[in-house]
Nanobody, 121 residues
Framework: QVQLVESGGGLVQPGGSLRLSCAGS????????MGWYRQVPGKQRELVAA???????NYADSVKGRFTISRDNAKNTVSLQMNRLKPEDTAVYYC???????????????WGQGTQVTVSS
């Protein structure tokens, strides 16, 4: 079993900051990429930021310059520092890992349970 557990969501005023964290545990053999997605009701889940095991990053245009993704390969963790938050950043944020488990033979997607981020005054 593989688990991704997120923390750090909450309510913040526009212009404020939040830091999301995600820790992977269980039968993880190797994590290729980790990332954060977000979803609002009635819309598709969208990529916010991703990072490879080598540290290469990819950001949605809407968050470039405001959000920073980082990871600790040794601890199977990924974090998202979110600065200058806007009301349109309000969403449920999901941690994602593309990994090989000890029980599987191919790369597979795993998701966290989601954490709510609300940006409002």
């Amino acid at each position: 079993q593989v688990q991704l557990v997120e923390s750090g969501g909450g309510l913040v005023q526009p212009g404020g900051s939040l830091r999301l964290s995600c820790a992977g545990s269980g039968s993880i053999l190797y994590i290729n990429a980790m990332g954060w997605y977000r979803q609002v009701p009635g819309k598709q889940r969208e990529l916010v930021a991703a990072i490879t095991s080598g540290g290469r990053t990819n950001y949605a245009d809407s968050v470039k310059g405001r959000f920073t993704i980082s990871r600790d390969n040794a601890k199977n963790t990924v974090s998202l520092q979110m600065n200058r938050l806007k009301p349109e950043d309000t969403a449920v944020y999901y941690c994602n890992a593309k990994l090989y488990s000890t029980s599987g033979s191919s790369l597979a997607d795993y998701w966290g349970q989601g954490t709510q981020v609300t940006v409002s005054s």
